[in-house]
């Protein structure tokens, strides 16, 4: 039998030329721009065996192969034995080959074709019968090893002699269930074909260890077994057992095996977990993104080709549009302020009230400022690890300094700009290190040079002083909602895309004048639910009132079909008929323009629409006025039914707000002076900075105030108690009336009208009524009959 290092060589040169032939194959069908890269990369060079290698293929092998390997490369060939495997991997291949060799059953009779028969008998498997039968001949067994595989070596003396002879009843039954532990061929002299035993045929060991193997199931059950045999036999010394453990770089491997694969399971896990994150967190969401990448900016760079939107549709914030133009402007020709000394500004903060379109000149700036530009949410900073969101700023302004000029764009900046010593009990937070790193960045030791940063919030209030000073955002730009002028370009705007039934002008003029206090974002709203109104009606277009519907909808919500019973509508027919009489005959309160007592799906049972006075200073006289106008629909309620009802409660909460801002806020209280005291709902009552007896007199102020301005409204509907019933009997008639019906009825209001609302009545009638002549007298068919 060959020796361990024999065969180890003879394993390893069998291996290396399968591999080598293989690979070979493979190179064969290589492009010479592949051959090339292989033959310049250092892991694909062809290796030439060393002295260390001699051992491996003998001395005339690695000459020869030297000589091959320079033929080859004379003839651009890769035809040799190995081709061009590295060293490294042609020895762990040959070992792990050698491992998986020696890993089989070394006793298995095809193993060797010269085996003797001696050889097969010293290491053939043996039945338990077999053991039973050794363990009974005296100073037979040396000892027992048992390995970790559940297999037994039986260790016997030289010139040992195996007998088959017949096993007692009683032994053979005592095996019953555990016995059934161990490996039973079905037929032993049948199935092994061994020579004949049952005769004193004697068998030599040869001079190497002479042992036989038997398969064990249960060492325990196994130890017990041969100890019950000894017993059997009276012998005073019993055969050892041995445990041993076969520690081999294969079985080693095998060990490992689950545990990489609960390894790849995991990987595979957090991959999909993170792609997914990743989708989430393109453009914007602070998503994890992937695990090991979830310390990069997940900013999105912007190409000016890919926005659409240009300055053209930004409207209604003209002055807000100069400011952030001149940003553009320096981008693309530094020239004219440079010459002059000026220096491009670090930032901007785009503030004001939510929908005002400070994303949209974000957005518009990208679209044409022809530099790169990054946009990324203030809250894809936050993260459940710490230390990410530093990380990521750091990311951020590399790549930005990397690609300047450039322009980075923080959206609602508030999630990580808030003041610091707030958050975590006063605390250094992971939100107060992130900010901390952002003023870094944008300035510290390392200026930041051509890199512009846009941020935008409605927030600004709550935003850390450090982050708001000049060097770091050196203009605050006030975006705030569209005036009159600023309302009818963004309907402008918005009413391109949509066929209309009228003129545009005359379309946006009376949209303008319908939605005081409307933001950008309301105005698209509007006009998207008005085409969805005409859709719904089958409409070829989309006429003034879809418009109006879809103010309507906006602002009180979708008509309900509740039902209310004829008490119920009489009271809220006066309720909204006190409103809109107490406000035609108050010189200061807003004008009327629409009310109905259509119930609402927002709740409200009725409700009157005005258009208010775009007046940036009010007196007391202007806001007793409006709080008696509110006031209105109780004192209806209480002169014609002699009782209230919880309808009003929408009406108390606006006059009480009024009235204690007129005290706390305005100064306009005789008794507590020229004070001001700001109110804070987030405040303890032990901060508040006036005293009890002042909070006393504040409530005994607000409280006379009310009562005043409630006698007044009494004493005003009592007197025109005539036309109040006048309207709401209309209103439970037609349900829905507007100023022209109020006009009919109780005639003109006895004040001269805001000039901006005369246009705007003006303007209404010319699109409602276009065949009416000069004396008011419609002759031909109106646009919506009935309705004006």
Known sequence: MPSSSTRFLSLTRTAVRRIAFNHNRILSSRTLASSNLSSSSWWMQKPSPGSGFDSFLGKEKNEKQQQHNQQQNDNNNNNNDYGNLPRWLLFMAAVAYYEYRQ??????????????????????????????????????????????????????????????????????????????????????????????????????????????????????????????????????????IQYTSEDTIGRALLGAIPGLLMVGVLYGMIMLVGQGAARGSTGGPGGMGSIFQIGKSTAKKIKAQDVKVTF????????????????????????????????????????????????????AVAGESGVPFFSISGSDFIEMFVGVGPSRVRDLFAEARANAPCIVFIDEIDAVGRQRGRGGMGGNDERENTLNQLLVEMDGFEASTGVVVLAGTNRVDILDQALTRPGRFDRQIIVDKPDLNGRKEIFKVHLKGIQLHDDVDDIAGRLAGLTPGFAGADIANICNEAAIVAARRKGDTVTLDDFEKATDRIIGGLESNKIMSKEEREIVAHHEAGHAVAGWFLEHADPLMKVTIIPRSSGALGYAQYLPKEVALRTQPQIMDIVCMALAGRAAEDIFFGRVTTGASDDLKRVTDLVYSTIQLYGMNPRLGQLSFPRDPNAMLEDRPYSEKTARAMDEEARRIVDEAYSKTVQLLTEKKTQVEQVANMLLEKETITHDDIVQLIGKRPFAGDPAYEEFLARRKQVLHPNENEAGEIVGDTLEPGLA
């Open 103 to 240: 890993s089989q059953n070394t006793g298995n009779k095809s193993a060797s074709a010269d085996t003797s028969t001696s050889d097969l008998l010293a290491h053939r498997e043996i039945t338990w019968h077999e053991l039973w039968q050794l363990l009974q001949q005296k100073d037979v067994v040396k000892i027992i090893v048992t390995d970790d595989n559940q297999t037994a070596r039986i260790y016997v003396r030289p010139q040992t002699t195996l007998q088959r002879r017949n096993v007692p009843k009683e032994e053979h039954h005592e095996q019953d269930d555990e016995a059934s532990l161990f490996y039973q061929p079905p037929d032993e002299e049948s199935s092994l074909k061994l020579p004949d035993l049952s005769t004193t045929t004697t068998t030599t060991t040869p001079a190497a260890p002479f042992y036989y193997r038997m398969q064990i199931g249960s060492v325990d059950v196994f130890e017990r077994k041969v100890e019950e045999a000894q017993k059997a036999m009276a012998s005073s010394q019993l055969v050892p």
């Open 312 to 363: 053209a549709d930004v409207a209604g914030c003209d002055q807000a549009k100069l400011e952030i133009m001149e940003f553009v402007d320096f981008l693309k020709d530094a020239a004219p302020f440079t010459r002059l000394g000026a220096k491009i500004p670090k930032g901007a903060l785009l503030c004001g009230p939510p929908g005002t379109g400070k994303t949209l000149l974000a957005k």
